[in-house]
């Protein structure tokens, strides 16, 4: 993996598309592709598609928990946002193996185009009728999930930090990762919804978002240095949008804390409807 990338549109986007295809149907799951095409940044007309896999469950209340599966066309983008997708694959897998009988269905989409735009989400709700978008009942979106030099981020559901706008319910789901860390003795704190991933389509629409983030360009403080281990100073993912984001650069300590917070909600949600 170390001289390729993912990016919407290439060869190594379709070979990454048929891996989590191939891990979803051994897993029972019917994935299915979700086509859509646009002009990139140099003009260029891109064909590519999204992968959306759901369990079953009643679609009134549909979960949609998402991670970008592109990558950037300079490096392998392997903590953005490969550790978004093992987190959700895993989870996928885990839900089939123990025969989760989800109340809502969970829909896990695999977005194409992010990196050039947030295009598979945005394609997603704008091609939603007025009934899939009130039976929508939440997002949760994973993008970055095992900085080198990362921390637990939430965003920030209730606006009680950054005051981002996210839609009403929003808060719920903040205040159900930041439970979870807090029980299992993990410190974790807000980061913004500054528009910047696949969540972005969904707080438009007026959908409850939510998510997690370990960080990229962001500084380390001392404070966090303290909470999390790391190197204050030294921005979170040396990395990011580098050729060097490559299996070298997984923080699997943090991927695993991460991808076990994802877990949690998704299951708390999958198994009973949201409150507002
Ligand atoms: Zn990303």
Redesign the pocket.
Known sequence: MGGGNRASGTPGYEESARYVENQLRAAGYDPVRHNFSYRDGSGGQVETFSILADTAGSAEHSIVVGG?LDSVRSGSGIN??GSGVAAMLEIARWMAEANVEAVNRVRFAFWGG??DGLEGSEHYVDEMSDAEMSQTALNLNV??MASPNGVRYVHDGDGSEYDDGAPAGSGAIEHLFLGYFAENGMEAEATPFDGG?DYAAFLEAGIPVGGLFTGDVGIKTEEQEQSYGGKAGSSHDPCYHQHCDSIGNVNHELLKEMAGALAYATIAYAMAAPAG
């Open positions: 970008h953005d946002n992010e990196e993008d970055m991933s």
